[in-house]
T-cell receptor, first 113, second 116 residues
Framework: AQSVTQPDIHITVSEGASLELRCNYSYGATPYLFWYVQSPGQGLQLLLKYFSGDTLVQGIKGFEAEFKRSQSSFNLRKPSVHWSDAAEYFCAVGPNTGNQFYFGTGTSLTVIP | DVKVTQSSRYLVKRTGEKVFLECVQDMDHENMFWYRQDPGLGLRLIYFSYDVKMKEKGDIPEGYSVSREKKERFSLILESASTNQTSMYLC???????????????FGPGTRLTVL
């Protein structure tokens, strides 16, 4: 069965520091991969997605993610974090066929001044 | 921009009440979804619909039903609310009926339901 693992429940970084949020998936074929962000009290907003092609994907708000097939990973990165990036981040997998997305349990990001 | 709206941001109900959560999308999307979000569990799919009057169960359909009479509206119904249904409920929509896994899902702001 498909699954998504976000190993870090909570991460704290200083403003201006770099950020990497981890995501590992379990799926037989190359899946569709997504990162969403949820600000407090809000719904989820798409940051970026990977379907095929270049394994380094650029998204909104200065985020990028790299698909590594050999590691079954799709980690999210940002070179310099801003206080407004404090939020919860979800990695998700959509299968090549079928109807269901699978979400990770989320990583909560705190940014300290 | 796609807009997904949910009828209430906060809702407080009593055990045993019938609860309706409404979701409306304005971009003519084929697919609509209901998730519940709980701390440490992420998002779990309750039901989804790929067409009017069509629905499929997700991972946790027990205690819930849905209705989609019009393309733009997808309702989640708690037939008899229980305290373990206290949660954040998120509605989402996506564009096409085929290849659902590739579609970006657009989310509403969520309804925080408390059942006393």
């Amino acid at each position: 069965a498909q699954s998504v693992t976000q190993p870090d429940i909570h991460i704290t970084v200083s403003e201006g520091a770099s950020l990497e949020l981890r995501c590992n998936y379990s799926y037989g074929a190359t899946p569709y991969l997504f990162w969403y962000v949820q600000s407090p009290g809000q719904g989820l907003q798409l940051l970026l997605k990977y379907f095929s092609g270049d394994t380094l994907v650029q998204g909104i708000k200065g985020f990028e993610a790299e698909f590594k097939r050999s590691q079954s990973s799709f980690n999210l990165r940002k070179p310099s974090v801003h206080w407004s990036d404090a939020a919860e981040y979800f990695c998700a997998v959509g299968p090549n066929t079928g109807n269901q997305f699978y979400f990770g349990t989320g990583t909560s990001l705190t940014v300290i001044p | 921009d796609v807009k997904v709206t949910q009828s209430s941001r906060y809702l407080v109900k009593r055990t045993g009440e019938k609860v309706f959560l409404e979701c409306v999308q304005d971009m003519d999307h084929e697919n609509m979804f209901w998730y519940r979000q709980d701390p440490g569990l992420g998002l779990r799919l309750i039901y989804f619909s790929y067409d009017v009057k069509m629905k499929e169960k997700g991972d946790i359909p027990e205690g819930y039903s849905v209705s989609r009479e019009k393309k733009e509206r997808f309702s989640l119904i708690l037939e008899s609310a229980s305290t373990n249904q206290t949660s954040m409920y998120l509605c989402a929509s996506s564009l096409s009926a085929g290849g659902l896994g590739s579609d970006t899902q657009y989310f509403g702001p969520g309804t925080r339901l408390t059942v006393l």
